[in-house]
């Protein structure tokens, strides 16, 4: 899961993998993330969109605005 949030002068930007541990989710876990943050104008960022993804950033937004 990606969360990004900006607001009040703070950004976060998180990456979250599965949970391990108890029953019935595996005990060990090994995974590789690549995580990559732009900042821009709208029209440069939904260009990379499309660059990087092949999709439009109304896509992979809940309520398709943006």
Known sequence: ????WD???FGELE?????VGHPPLPPCWEEKARVWAFGG???RISQ???QLLGLEPEQLL?????
């Open 1 to 4: 899961m990606f969360q990004a």
């Open 7 to 9: 607001g009040f002068g």
């Open 15 to 19: 990456y979250h993998g599965p949970a």
């Open 41 to 43: 104008s709208r029209d």
């Open 48 to 50: 990379l969109t499309r």
């Open 62 to 66: 809940e309520g398709g605005s943006f």
